[in-house]
C-alpha cells in the first residue's frame, strides 16, 4: 500500500479522497507543513509516498500518471508529488527547507496531442509544487507527464475553483487514457488494423485485474500453438497457423497497451517484451520448416537466412542508435529532408511501410502461410526485409557522413560491447592498442568479415584452410576494436560481425550436406542471436553490458566462428558429427545465456520500463 499525505483539510465536497484511495492510496491528513513532515516519518522507507495539495481539482488519470508510474523515482502535477523509495532522503530533506510559495506551471501533457492542460498558477503555500521545486534543485529529476487535454489545477479562489471543475468536466477522462494507450508511432496496420480494437482489450484486461506479462505470455504461447500448426504440413495447419499468428500479434499490441492503460510497467516486462517477439517469430520459421520437410520441401536455409538477415538488420537499428541518441552537433541534411517528409501525411505510412515493421511483416507471414507454401513464404521475407534492411541502412549512413556529429565515451563504449568481443579479440586488441595505424576499425572489420565468408562459400568443406581464414578473422576483429568505435560509421562495426558469424554459419551449414545440419545451425544461430538481442536491452535499461565472464564463455563472435570452422575441417568425413558439434554448441551457448539472462532480469535493479521496441 502506498501513502498519499494531503498537506491540509479536504475540501468540502471534493473527489480527492476518494480518487487517491482508489489509486491504491493510504490517505493521511496533515494540518500543516510541520505534520506533513512527521506523517512522511512514519511511512516506511521502502513505500511509495505521495504528497497533495488538498485544493486540487483534475482528472483521476492526471493523478495517475503523476502519482503511480513505476518508472520514476519522483513525478508530480501540479498540486501533487510522488516519491519512491530512492527520492525520499531528498524528499524529507526538502520538507525541512521548502519555501511558501512558487512558481507557476505550464501543464504540458501526455496523450501525445500536444494540446495544453488546463491549469492554474499554484496559489501560496502549494506544497508539493514546492518540493518538486527543491528536488530539482538537489539534482533528483522530477518527471512531470504531459497531460495534454487532461486538467491539473491548483485554484486560487473559488471562481478559479469553478472554471477548473468545468474544464475536468469538458473533457472525458477515459477516452484519453485510452488513446494514450496507444503507441505514438506505430505501422500503418497495427494503426489501423489492430489497435482500433486492441485498446479496448487492453480495458478488458485491466478491469479483470490481468497483468502485460500475462498477455505476453498469452501472445507466446499463441504463436507457439501457430508453429505447431504450420510443422504438420497440412494447409488447414497453414490456415489455423495464420490465424493464430495474428492473433498472437494482436496480443503482442494489447501487452504495450494494458502496460501504459495501467501504467503497470515492470524490469520483468521489459525482459519478456523484448525476448518474446524473436522468440515467437523464429519459432515461427522453425514450423514452416518443419512443414515443409513433411511435404518433401527443404526450406531451412531459408528459415535460417531470413532469421539471419533479421537480426543484422536489427542490429543496424540498435547500433545507429546507440552511437547518436546523446551525439553532440547531431544534425544533417539528410536528418532534415527525412523531418519534412515526416509532415506530409502519406510519406510517413508509405515510409514505416515499405521497411516491413513487425506489424507488416506478421501479416504478410501470416496470410502467405494460410494461401500458399513456406518457401513462398520465406522467399516474400527475404525479398521485402533485404529492401527495408538496404533503405534504413541506406539513409543512416548518408546521415552519419553528412553530420558533423562527435561521439561520446558513453556510445564508444556501447558499440564495442554490441561488438561481443570475446577472450581471443580481447587480446589482439591489447597487444595491437596503439599501433592501428590510420585504418579505420569499420574497413579492417569488413574485410576480415569478406574474407571470412568467401573462405566459408569457397574453400571446400573439409579443408583446413577454412581453420586458416577463421584465423585472420580473429586477427582482424581484434585489430578493430583496437581503439574506440567513435568514425562517423563505426556504428557498422557490430552489424558487420553479426553478418560475418551468422553468415558463416549458414554457409558451413549447407555445405554440410548432413542430415540436421542445418536445423542445428538454426538452433546454433538463435541462442546465439538471443545473446545480442539480450546484450542491446541491458544496454537500453542503463544496466550496462553482459558480464564480461558470460562473453568470454562463450566465446565472442570471432570464438565461435573459429570453433564452428574448426568443426566444419575436422569433422567433415565423420557422417553427422559437424551435426552433433554443431547442435552440442548450440546447447551450451542456450544454457548459459539463458540462465544468466533470467537471473539477471528477475533479480537486477534495472529501471521498471515496457520497451517500446521495434515499430510494430
Known sequence: MSTAILTGPPVPGSSLDGDLRSLGFDVRVASGPHETGTLLAAVPAGERVAVVDPRFVGHLHALRLALTDPRFPAAAAPGALAAQSEARPALARALTGAPVGVRGTDGTTADGAGTEGTTTAPAAENLPDALADALDAEGVAVHRPQLGTLVAAVPADAEAAHAARAAVAAVDDEAVRLRSAVKAHDGFFTTFCISPYSRYIARWCARRGLTPNQVTTASLLTALVAAGCAATGERAGYVAAGVLLLVSFVL?????????????????????????????????????????????????????????????????????????????????????????????????????????????????????????????????????????????????????????????????????????????????????????????????????????????????????????????????????????????????????????????????????????????????????????????????????????????????????????????????????????????????????????????????????????????
Not at 525482459?271 to 524473436?278: E, G, V, Y
Not at 546521415?399 to 554490441?418: E, M, N, Q, Y
Not at 568481443?421 to 580481447?426: D, F, I, K, N, T
Not at 562473453?551 to 565423420?574: K, Y
Open 252 to 616: 503482442d499490441c494489447t501487452d504495450g497497451q494494458l502496460a501504459r492503460y495501467s501504467l503497470q510497467y515492470s524490469t520483468m516486462g521489459a525482459w519478456l517484451d523484448a525476448t518474446f517477439d524473436r522468440a515467437k517469430e523464429y519459432a515461427f520459421y522453425a514450423g514452416l520448416a518443419l512443414g515443409a520437410a513433411r511435404d518433401g520441401d527443404d526450406v531451412w536455409a531459408l528459415a535460417l537466412g531470413s532469421m539471419v538477415l533479421m537480426t543484422c538488420r536489427h542490429v543496424v537499428d540498435f547500433s545507429f542508435n546507440e552511437a547518436n541518441h546523446d551525439a553532440t552537433a547531431n544534425t544533417s541534411p539528410t536528418a532534415a529532408l527525412s523531418s519534412r517528409l515526416d509532415g506530409v501525411g502519406w510519406t510517413v505510412w508509405l515510409r514505416r511501410m515499405i521497411i516491413l515493421p513487425i506489424g507488416e511483416r506478421w501479416a504478410m507471414i501470416a496470410v502467405l502461410t494460410a494461401l500458399t507454401t513456406p518457401r513462398i513464404v520465406f522467399y516474400a521475407l527475404l525479398a521485402g526485409c533485404a529492401f527495408g534492411a538496404l533503405y534504413t541502412t541506406a539513409g543512416r549512413v548518408l546521415r552519419s557522413l553528412t553530420r558533423k556529429a562527435k561521439r561520446t565515451d558513453r556510445a564508444a563504449r556501447a558499440l564495442a560491447d554490441l561488438a561481443d568481443s570475446g577472450p581471443l579479440a580481447e587480446l589482439l586488441a591489447r597487444l595491437l592498442r596503439g599501433r592501428t595505424g590510420a585504418v579505420g576499425p569499420l574497413y579492417v572489420a569488413v574485410l576480415g568479415a569478406v574474407l571470412m565468408i568467401a573462405g566459408a562459400v569457397f574453400v571446400p568443406f573439409g579443408d583446413a584452410r577454412l581453420i586458416a581464414v577463421a584465423a585472420i578473422y580473429v586477427v582482424t576483429a581484434g585489430l578493430a576494436v583496437a581503439r574506440p568505435l567513435k568514425g562517423a560509421l563505426d556504428w557498422l562495426v557490430p552489424p558487420v560481425f553479426r553478418a560475418a558469424e551468422y553468415t558463416t554459419v549458414l554457409v558451413l551449414a549447407v555445405k554440410a550436406d548432413a542430415d540436421g545440419a542445418l536445423p542445428a545451425a538454426f538452433g546454433l544461430v538463435a541462442a546465439v542471436a538471443y545473446h545480442h538481442y539480450d546484450t542491446v536491452y541491458r544496454i537500453r535499461g542503463g544496466t550496462g553490458a553482459p558480464p564480461a565472464w558470460l562473453v568470454r564463455t562463450i566465446g565472442g563472435h570471432e570464438g565461435r566462428t573459429l570453433v564452428v570452422t574448426a568443426f566444419a575441417a575436422l569433422l567433415a568425413s565423420r557422417g553427422n558429427d559437424f551435426t552433433l558439434a554443431l547442435t552440442a554448441l548450440a546447447v551450451a551457448v542456450a544454457l548459459v545465456v539463458l540462465v544468466e539472462s533470467i537471473r539477471f532480469w528477475v533479480s537486477s535493479g534495472a529501471p521498471a520500463v515496457h520497451d517500446e521496441g521495434e515499430t510494430a
